[in-house]
T-cell receptor, first 115, second 112 residues
């Protein structure tokens, strides 16, 4: 079946502009995660949605970052007033129930470059 | 379409055993291969491999890449119960529509 999809695949923006990144999880998966990977770094956790519960925002690096998940499915990660250090690959993953050892299915990522 | 296949999908061994996890890839414009350990919400980065035949080591973990045969292995020696996790392999094409392609992971369980 269809996997996790993300759009756009690449985004180049100017410093100070807002960007919106989209994630379509696997149908029926209740858990959705956003991560980012900066050049040469590991995955940095950003935010976690589980069903209709309040999201775990503990990983968001600043108040310029926000995310929402509408109808328990599609999620949007918004970065306001982008900075050059926001340049990274933004990855979305989903899993059936969000269990600790449950495999997360990753999308292809959105490569963001802030000039 | 880029593809990463990991094997086995699951593995149960006893503490002290040595395990080898496999990852084969077909990635257009291949740039690097990444290994992660996932046990809580966020996968932990283990290795990035870009050159063939050069082993990378971190404690009891080691990994090597074969760019001719398009595969990588992750070895864990003297396994401990704390090694129980899902191990993910990902191929990086350096951009474009395929981006990072993840395998389905190997679920490793270490029994005391």
């Amino acid at each position: 079946g269809a996997g996790v999809s993300q759009s756009p695949s690449n985004k180049v923006t100017e410093k100070g502009k807002d960007v919106e990144l989209r994630c379509d999880p696997i149908s029926g998966h209740t858990a959705l995660y956003w991560y980012r990977q900066s050049l040469g770094q590991g995955l940095e956790f950003l935010i976690y949605f589980q069903g209709n519960s309040a999201p775990d925002k503990s990983g968001l690096p600043s108040d310029r970052f926000s995310a929402e998940r509408t109808g328990g499915s599609v999620s949007t990660l918004t970065i306001q007033r982008t900075q050059q250090e926001d340049s990274a690959v933004y990855l979305c993953a989903s899993s059936p129930r969000g269990g600790r050892f449950e495999t997360q299915y990753f999308g292809p990522g959105t490569r963001l470059l802030v000039l | 379409e880029d593809k990463v296949v990991q094997s086995p999908l699951s593995l149960v061994v006893h503490e002290g055993d040595t395990v080898t996890l496999n990852c084969s890839y077909e990635v257009t414009n291949f740039r690097s291969l990444l290994w992660y350990k996932q046990e809580k919400k966020a996968p932990t980065f283990l290795f990035m491999l870009t050159s063939s035949g050069i082993e990378k080591k971190s404690g009891r973990l080691s990994s090597i890449l074969d760019k001719k045969e398009l595969f990588s292995i992750l070895n864990i020696t003297a396994t401990q119960t704390g090694d129980s996790a899902v191990y993910l392999c990902a191929g990086d094409s350096g951009g474009g529509a395929d981006g990072l392609t993840f395998g389905k992971g190997t679920h490793l369980i270490i029994q005391p």
